[in-house]
């Protein structure tokens, strides 16, 4: 690792074109592309921002390794209808604890188009994690602290996961309108996207990454704590 100096412009012309391109043919022709734009700077991306993450949350996993914290760019057609051989985006997680990553709450990064994003959480609960939290959620005070952490959030401009059942479990009996609501949830999350900026392009979006995570650290730390 050299250094983060930014993610190279290259990068999102990259990714138009393999949507527009998406074959094993053309990916195998363009594999150096794919090393120099995209997977060498994230993996120097992860280091960067993982120094940064861990100023605020020292437990954080950043590991440059594809299937670690760099999602692979292989997409799994097995049970989908496009048969697309690659993923069109670049995803990037850092998780925290010693489960599976995906099934820890961490922070996401990641780039779609002409679009950024930013986010914390756990999108989709584990089982055993989904019935802890529906139970968390009902006692008043940890209740109470997560409903504060989710106003302060969205007050600041972020977006939440949006509700996934449609009928809240008989053993519940919720009492506020907070509870009625997120009893219905299936994870816990919050986001933020914008338009690509052009920092994207230079150093400075290591601190405007992880100062956004930071933003979001309240809701991060509640997960770790509670479930």
């Known amino acids: 690792m050299t250094g983060f100096n930014g993610f190279p412009r290259e990068l999102p012309r990259f990714l138009s074109q393999l949507e527009e391109n998406n074959t094993v043919e053309w990916f195998q022709d363009h594999k150096q592309d794919y090393e120099a734009y995209v997977k060498h700077p994230s993996e120097e ?41 690659y993923k069109t985006n670049l995803g990037i997680l850092f998780w925290e604890g010693p489960g ?28 055993p994690v989904m019935q802890k939290f529906r139970e968390t959620l009902m006692d008043k005070k940890k209740g109470k602290e997560l409903q504060k952490i989710i106003e302060g959030l969205v007050s600041e401009g972020y977006d939440l996961g949006t509700k996934y059942y449609k009928k809240i479990p008989k053993e519940f009996s919720p009492s506020s309108d907070f509870e009625k609501e997120y009893l219905l949830y299936s994870g816990l999350s919050a986001h933020m996207e914008f338009p690509i900026p052009d920092l994207l392009f230079s150093p400075e979006i290591v601190e405007f990454t992880g100062r956004h995570f930071e933003r979001m650290n309240p809701l991060h730390r509640w997960i770790v704590k509670q479930l």
Not at 45 to 71: E, H, M, Q, W, Y
């Open 45 to 85: 991306f992860v280091v960067a921002v993982g120094d940064r993450l861990r100023t605020f949350c020292p437990g954080i996993n950043a590991i440059p390794k594809v299937n670690k914290s760099l999602f692979r760019i292989n997409r799994d057609t097995r049970f989908s209808k496009d048969k697309s051989p």
């Open 100 to 127: 599976k990553r995906m099934e820890s709450p961490g922070f996401y990064f990641h780039l779609e188009g002409d679009l950024m994003m930013v986010g914390c959480g756990l999108y989709v609960f584990p089982k």
